[in-house]
């Protein structure tokens, strides 16, 4: 079984500073190509989950299929919660057996975030899964004018957060948004710089989609061990089928149909691979 704990997997990343792929899937068939990317490249991957698609397939449901795909690849792999903010959704994951979890406190205040995040570690450690923690909530692209605004937090905010609540890693807001940017985004990296040198632990990029391939190289040569993609997984999931049903009218094959958005999204994820520098970067798993 090649599914390990996410801290495994972010630890090695962070040391030899590559990135591991965080790709929040949406059904089975965009679950299976991801895999099958990290397969082909060798990769340790880590396959997300938001709150909505473990809503609509069910908790049990979605942990049984990842646990028998996961089972067909020899890589190291793991399953995260990806931003949520619904405590009993945490426990009813980390009970099944997702292996990390986002707590997403960032609407509320700095201290409430605090103390119900203090309180997920505690109980993550008992399922030794990773806790990924942030204090600011991360724009929409489309919700934007311009590029996203710096952080509104003062560093020493964040610091004393990460300190108190013993988050194992942190999404710091640096002008990163979700969704497509329609340009490439200005970061504030050093700030990057600032959380790996004086509290030790990885950080995760959100919204990768859309950024240079310097961008992401930049950043993970400071920490961001763990790169978030989502938007990119949706567009080419979508826009293959699209492509398939308008170069094939009136051919009504759902397994012809499937074939081509699996291996669309499996190109997307192998991009990614590459990118953020894990390929080859697989060790045995016992």
């Known amino acids: 079984m090649p599914i390990v704990r996410t ?3 972010v630890d090695r990343a962070f040391e030899e500073r590559y990135g591991v792929a965080a790709i929040n899937v ?8 991801v895999l099958a990317a990290a397969q082909e490249l060798q990769a340790p991957l880590i396959v997300q ?7 609509a397939m069910g908790v049990n449901v979605l942990y049984v ?6 089972e067909a690849v020899s890589v190291p792999v793991a399953l995260h919660l990806d931003h949520c903010p619904d405590r009993d959704l945490i426990t009813a994951c980390l009970r099944a057996g997702w292996n990390s979890v986002l707590f997403d406190g960032s609407k509320l205040s700095v201290e409430e975030n605090q103390r119900q995040c203090v309180e997920v570690v ?22 934007l004018t311009g590029n996203a605004p710096p952080p509104e937090l003062s560093l020493e905010t964040a610091l004393a957060f990460i300190e108190a609540t013993g988050v194992d890693v942190f999404a710091p807001a640096i002008g990163n948004a979700h969704g497509m940017y329609r340009a490439t985004p200005t970061l504030d990296n050093q700030r990057v710089t600032d959380i790996v040198e004086r509290a030790g632990i990885p950080v995760a990029l959100h919204g990768g989609t859309g950024m240079s391939e310097d961008q992401f190289a930049d950043l993970i040569a400071r920490g961001c061990a763990k790169v978030n993609i989502s938007t990119a997984l949706k567009i080419r999931f979508m826009s293959s089928g699209y492509d398939y049903m308008s170069a094939n009218p009136g051919t009504y094959d759902p397994p012809s ?7 669309a999204v499996q190109e997307m994820a192998a991009e990614h691979i590459r ?3 894990s390929a080859g970067k697989a060790w045995e798993v016992l």
């Open 7 to 9: 801290q495994d997997i």
């Open 122 to 143: 505690a109980q993550a450690r008992d399922y030794g899964a990773l806790v990924e923690g942030e204090i600011e909530p991360f724009a929409r692209v489309e919700d």
């Open 49 to 55: 989950t938001s709150v909505k698609t473990v809503e």
């Open 257 to 263: 149909l499937f074939r081509a958005q699996h291996a």
């Open 65 to 70: 299929l990842w646990a028998e795909l996961a």
């Open 26 to 33: 949406v059904n089975d068939l965009t679950m299976a190509a």
């Open 275 to 277: 990118m953020f520098g």
